[in-house]
């Protein structure tokens, strides 16, 4: 069945440091594809999306381009700050009619002063 | 984009006990979802919440131990029944608006049991 697998955390990095959470994804339809941010104490944010291939999704500063050919949908920020510390989640529909959504692990960052 | 209400935040119960979680929007939405978080791994779907009709169940979850709810477009209630240990999870409502929007999430229930 469809799947995610997201890269493992924590990743701990100084403030205005370049992030890379890998995510790749097995599906067998055309998916759309998600990543979600949950703060501490917090419920799920959808950060940005993308559904279809070549597409970026952008927001906060950060970016995922859904692509294709290496199934991946990897989220890129080029400085992060103390703030964006939370786990994030890469995430796919299964492109049915039901819109349920398939999680990755998801990932912790942590982003020290 | 909705906003959900999710009742309990957090709650400690005893093993063997039940707890009803509630879910509710602030506009009539197409489908909602009960999804649950364990300790330390991500979020895997409970079941699909039908509005008039029993709910649809993923793999390894069924309706004895978490009977869903769902009289109108937007409410529904999630019971963790005669509980244990390793209920202990956040349990998450989302719910699809429709067309192409995203799954919006409420704040979740933080549930322990002892």
């Known amino acids: 069945g469809d799947s995610v697998t997201q890269m493992e955390g924590p990743v701990t990095l100084s403030e205005e440091a370049f992030l890379t959470i890998n995510c790749t994804y097995t599906?067998?339809?055309?998916?759309?594809l998600f990543w979600y941010v949950q703060y501490p104490g917090e419920g799920l944010q959808l950060l940005l999306k993308a559904t279809k291939a070549d597409d970026k999704g952008s927001n906060k500063g950060f970016e995922a381009t859904y692509r294709k050919e290496t199934t991946s949908f990897h989220l890129e920020k080029g400085s992060v700050q103390v703030s964006d510390s939370a786990v994030y989640f890469c995430a796919l529909s299964d492109g049915g009619a039901t819109n349920k959504l398939i999680f990755g692990t998801g990932t912790l960052l942590a982003v020290q002063p | 984009s909705a906003v959900i209400s999710q009742k309990p935040s957090r709650d400690i119960c005893q093993r063997g006990t039940s707890l009803t979680i509630q879910c509710q929007v602030d506009?009539?939405?197409?489908?909602m979802f009960w999804y649950r978080q364990q300790p330390g791994q991500s979020l895997t779907l409970i079941a699909t919440a039908n509005q008039g009709s029993e709910a649809t169940y993923e793999s390894g979850f069924v309706i004895d131990k978490f009977p869903i709810s769902r009289p109108n477009l937007t409410f529904s209630t999630l019971t963790v029944s005669n509980m244990s240990p390793e209920d202990s999870s956040i349990y998450l409502c989302s719910v699809w608006t429709g067309d192409n929007s995203p799954l919006h999430f409420g704040n979740g229930t933080r549930l322990t049991v002892t």
């Open positions: 506009s009539q939405v197409t489908m």
């Open positions: 599906a067998t339809g055309y998916p759309s």
